[in-house]
């Protein structure tokens, strides 16, 4: 059940981002008089799942489920009708029409993803606010494993700035250490500037962002239902002070002496509850878990939003978002990193959708993917909306339209590098599936 769910979220996720993003290219089309002749959800190569024609424009759902399309009437695109480019121009064709609405027709999708963002961004702080944990004032300081040893630093460190700039919330340090080139920290009451290698990035990149984290005084926010620390009597606002008669200060202590009990076994817990000590029965499960939910309610600082200040922090956050998309660029070309090796596919895309229902995550992700949909199709490579907004600058500045030999070619160059994209992100699914199993 929780497959279908992680499948159903993407699917749902893409087809609402590729309907509207294909709107957007349709509206100022039919807005300037062009025609459009298919609106496609999915391609249709060979056949169509479903496909409906009304007034000029033929609606369809296709088979093979990587994008979809509008083809609008004398435009060299993706399928590659040259057969009606030799006919002479009609005045309801795209290539008769001015190159400014041509240029306002093809950045309609990446116009449409980025507002759509910037819509979500703005309802979900105005709706749920802001709710972080700071990067530069964590009350315990960080928490790593090896990798983040690797890069130099240690538990208890607290990061202050990234590149000279603060660090303002944690969940954005992962990215950002990951992208910068030094971290000032403050160990000990001393300020530390610790230079971030390439070799380092590349094992944070093997091992993912869960190389940071951050200390927890061990509060229970909540234990797991049927668990032994529920029937135990373990409650939520219970302090973890001991375990077996020895102390615990962070959550990750209280986890690392988890991990020296078989499973089955009987444990004494002690906890502080309202001042008063109690030590505690808890049966751990096979997994050796005791089923305790820390609690970071001492950690976590919300910022709220009114209606009209929400509007300008969406904005700001669609506007990082991209930021941060283009930054990534940085590393996955670098041979060093080999961050490319990384790049997920739609098998790794599902991966990361959660296993529940979860409409916060929905829309958020939804907004980032947008996003994301607006930066690479404004790529300048032709067979995007980003080769052809080239062609139209070069026009409007140049005064004269490319040959349609280039464009035909320049489809096609372009078309085969986004196929040779896609080979390698699908190959790195497919390789990591593969190594799960080999490991």
Same mark, same amino acid.
């Given at each position: 059940?929780? +497959?279908?769910?992680?499948? +159903?979220?993407?699917?749902?996720?893409?087809?609402?981002?590729?309907?509207?993003?294909?709107?957007?290219?349709?509206?100022?089309?039919?807005?300037?008089?062009? !025609?459009?002749?298919?609106?496609?959800?999915?391609?249709?190569?060979?056949?169509?799942?479903?496909?409906?024609?009304?007034?000029?424009?033929?609606?369809?759902?296709?088979?093979?489920?990587?994008?979809?399309?509008?083809?609008?009437?004398?435009?060299? $695109?993706?399928?590659?009708?040259?057969?009606?480019?030799?006919?002479?121009?009609?005045?309801?064709?795209?290539?008769?029409?001015?190159?400014?609405?041509?240029?306002? %027709?093809?950045?309609?999708?990446?116009?449409? @993803?980025?507002?759509?963002?910037?819509?979500?961004?703005?309802? +979900? +702080?105005?709706? @749920?606010? =802001?709710?972080? %944990?700071?990067? $530069?004032?964590?009350?315990?300081?960080?928490?790593? $494993?090896?990798?983040?040893?690797?890069?130099?630093?240690? @538990?208890?460190?607290?990061?202050?700035?990234? $590149?000279?700039?603060?660090?303002?919330?944690?969940?954005?340090?992962?990215?950002? %250490?990951?992208?910068?080139?030094?971290?000032?920290?403050?160990?000990?009451?001393?300020?530390?500037? %610790?230079?971030?290698? =390439?070799?380092?990035?590349?094992?944070?990149?093997?091992?993912? !962002?869960?190389?940071?984290?951050? !200390?927890?005084?061990?509060?229970?926010? !909540?234990?797991?239902?049927?668990?032994g620390a529920e029937e135990a009597g373990i409650e939520s606002g219970d302090l973890i002070t001991a375990v077996n008669g020895k102390s615990v200060t962070y959550f990750s202590e209280f986890l690392r002496l988890m991990e020296e009990f078989d499973a089955r076994e009987k444990i004494a817990i002690s906890v502080d509850r309202n001042g008063a000590s109690k030590t505690l029965e808890v049966v751990l499960s096979d997994e050796k878990k005791a089923g305790i939910y820390p609690s970071i309610s001492d950690l976590r600082v919300t910022d709220s939003y009114s209606f009209l200040a929400s509007i300008p922090a969406g904005f700001n956050r669609t506007i990082k978002v991209l930021t941060d998309q283009v930054r990534q660029f940085k590393i996955i070309f670098n041979r060093k990193t080999e961050g490319y090796k990384q790049v997920k596919g739609p098998i790794g895309i599902v991966e990361m959708m959660p296993a529940s229902w979860d409409w916060t995550f929905f829309w958020g992700f939804l907004a980032m993917f947008s996003v994301w949909l607006a930066f690479v199709n404004l790529l300048p490579i032709p067979a995007l909306d980003g080769g052809h907004v080239m062609f139209l600058l070069y026009e409007i500045i140049s005064g004269r339209p490319p040959s349609e030999k280039v464009l035909e070619r320049g489809q096609i160059i372009g078309f085969i590098i986004v196929v040779g994209l896609m080979a390698v992100i699908f190959g790195n699914d497919i390789w990591n599936i593969i190594k799960r199993f080999i490991e």
């Open positions: 059940m929780g +497959l279908l769910i992680q499948i +159903l979220t993407f699917v749902l996720i893409i087809s609402i981002l590729v309907i509207l993003h294909e709107f957007g290219h349709y509206l100022p089309a039919k807005w300037f008089k062009t !025609r459009v002749e298919k609106f496609y959800l999915f391609f249709d190569w060979k056949f169509s799942l479903y496909k409906k024609k009304i007034g000029e424009t033929e609606w369809g759902i296709g088979w093979l489920p990587l994008g979809g399309y509008v083809k609008i009437a004398g435009m060299i $695109d993706e399928s590659m009708d040259t057969e009606q480019m030799k006919q002479e121009p009609q005045p309801w064709e795209f290539r008769s029409k001015p190159a400014w609405q041509r240029l306002i %027709i093809m950045l309609g999708g990446v116009t449409v @993803n980025f507002l759509l963002a910037w819509v979500i961004y703005s309802g +979900l +702080l105005f709706s @749920n606010g =802001d709710t972080y %944990i700071p990067a $530069d004032s964590l009350k315990y300081g960080i928490l790593v $494993d090896s990798v983040g040893q690797k890069l130099g630093l240690e @538990n208890g460190d607290k990061i202050l700035y990234i $590149d000279g700039k603060k660090s303002t919330k944690f969940s954005d340090a992962s990215l950002d %250490i990951l992208l910068g080139d030094e971290i000032t920290v403050d160990r000990d009451g001393k300020t530390l500037t %610790i230079p971030i290698a =390439d070799e380092g990035k590349k094992d944070l990149l093997s091992r993912g !962002r869960g190389f940071l984290s951050y !200390r927890m005084r061990p509060f229970v926010d !909540r234990t797991e239902k049927g668990s």
